[in-house]
């Protein structure tokens, strides 16, 4: 029987008083370990297009069965996950926790899985994984679940970094929402500074986190350093798709905010 847990719990580990900026910064800088993390893991495999290249294919589907089980176990009541593929979300089986309302009513509408799918298996992919087939599909689509299921996470987190800025400074936000104008929101929620540091954050993780250790002695440091993903590539990734693609949910639950 569905219990009700009640919690402040919220983004960031904060209680809704308390949330700010930089709990939630703090979140997003947490969160870069799970993405570089599962990035190495999947560049264990080749790209092995076979597995998501058609609209019915194992990756899809894989996807859709994995995102029915999790809503069955209640992964949708938390409001920092959004499904790929789940149009009706199945009611959770199990007494569900239940979550501080810190987002406006709104913010359920905000998906943008469908495109994120697209970057991540078109662009995102060929450029960190070695091309080839070696016909380990079931292993690399739990491997792309976990790249997407991270991404998707970051991105949409932007809902409530949007809802602190909003909050923070309510009279700068509301004459741009009130006329639409997404290119004033957009100049107002950026921070370029923050941008530059969290690239090169990501860089450093991914150099640290991804390179060959040894425990040889006496080694030649002159050696290259060999790295698991291309630390460049890591950085391009968010400074190319996850941080705008973050910086639109922040825009298109900005234009709800005051339905
Ligand atoms: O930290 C913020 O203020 C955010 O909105 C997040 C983020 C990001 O995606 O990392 C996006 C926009 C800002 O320009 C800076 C950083």
Known sequence: MARV???DTVPGGSDVQQLSLDSIRESLIRQEDTIVFSLIERAKFPLNSPAFEDSSSLTEFFVREIETIQAKVGRYENPEENPFFLDTIPHSVFPTHKYPQVLHPKASSVNIN?????VYFKELLPLFVKPG???????TAASDLAC????????????FVAEIKFRDSP????????????EALMKLL?????EEMVKKRVEKKAETFGQEVKCVSGGDESEKKKYKVD???VSRIYGEWLIPLTKDVEVEYLLRRLD
């Open 133 to 139: 087939d070696d016909g380990n599909y079931a292993s």
């Open 148 to 159: 997407l299921h991270a991404l998707s996470r970051r991105i949409h987190y932007g809902k």
């Open 114 to 118: 469908k495109r994120l799918w697209d």
């Open 190 to 194: 950026t921070f370029e500074k923050v």
């Open 171 to 182: 009279h700068d936000y509301e004459p741009a929402i009130r006329s639409k104008d997404t």
């Open 5 to 7: 847990v009640e919690s």
């Open 231 to 233: 630390p460049y590539l």
